[in-house]
């Protein structure tokens, strides 16, 4: 599943194609037809990310909201090459580009206050500036359960997955089966600015790399992770420990993340 840095990736580059810009909006697919011809000419005012939640804010004072779910992606074309897929659930396109959605699992036209209120129910973004660090160590610290199930509760903060889950806990230390109501103010602070840190990077490199590389762009996927998916971890070479967290498996090394 995308996560966060994927959301803000695309929220800064739909921008940079479209801001100010007058779009077509179709849904070859049909299922979001009756929105589209009703935002059709539209101009795009900002698109915004907020955890996995994409805004494309329009002149209409209405929002699409778009959530990518397990298999949803965006594919683009500069300059639209023909019509798009059957498949193609969104299309935003000028004369000199086309963005298409396909497969998300919500993709919808809301109102700027409806917008707002889906919002207020997500916990701090750790991509965000505007998020505020204290409030997000006391919500991490205060989370019932384990921290690693905490992490990917998008109402404890948002734009985590499994993969931010297990590296940014083996960055600090933590193991994911350890309760949050343990964690001490000097871990959970570790831990948030960890996430900060990790997923702005990621948001540069496009990608998860989290090990020490000269070449983060050419780094094989099976290599760029110390401790997620991996069979040993990549600082110490310890066994890494699988368990299920949150419902989803978790990866830890049993070395630096004692429970
Ligand atoms: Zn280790």
């Not at 409030?135 to 610290?141: D, G, I, Q």
């Not at 900060?196 to 760029?224: C, F, K, L, N």
């Not at 991996?230 to 368990?243: F, I, L, N």
């Amino acid at each position: 599943m995308p996560e966060g840095h994927v959301v803000h990736r695309l929220a800064r580059e739909l921008a940079a194609d479209l801001d100010g810009r007058r779009l077509s909006v179709s849904s070859p697919q049909g299922r979001f037809t009756t929105e589209a011809e009703r935002v059709d000419g539209a101009v795009l005012r900002r698109t915004d990310a907020h955890g996995k939640h994409l805004f494309v804010g329009l002149s209409s004072d209405e929002e699409i909201h778009v959530h990518l779910g397990m298999r949803g992606k965006w594919l683009r074309f500069a300059p639209p090459t023909g019509p798009a897929l059957p498949q193609v659930r969104l299309r935003l396109a000028t004369e000199s580009v086309a963005w298409d959605l396909i497969a998300p699992s919500r993709c919808e036209l809301l109102t700027e206050e409806a917008a707002r209120a889906l919002v207020r129910e997500l916990g701090p973004d750790p991509l965000r500036s505007d998020a505020d660090d204290e409030a997000a160590a006391t919500a991490l610290r205060d989370a019932p359960g384990a921290i690693g199930a905490a992490l990917l509760d998008q109402s404890v903060v948002s734009g985590v997955g499994n993969v931010f889950r297990s590296e940014a806990l083996h960055a600090v230390g933590i193991a994911p089966t350890r309760p949050c109501r343990e964690l001490t103010t000097d871990e959970a602070r570790a831990l948030w600015a960890e996430l900060r840190r990790m997923m702005a990077q990621a948001v540069e490199d496009g990608r998860i790399v989290t090990v020490d590389a000269a070449d983060r762009a050419s780094i094989p996927e099976a290599e760029a992770r110390k401790v997620y998916k991996q069979e040993h971890c990549r600082d110490c070479g310890s066994a890494v420990v699988t368990s299920t967290v949150g419902g989803r498996t978790a990866y830890h090394c049993p070395r630096e993340q004692p429970g």
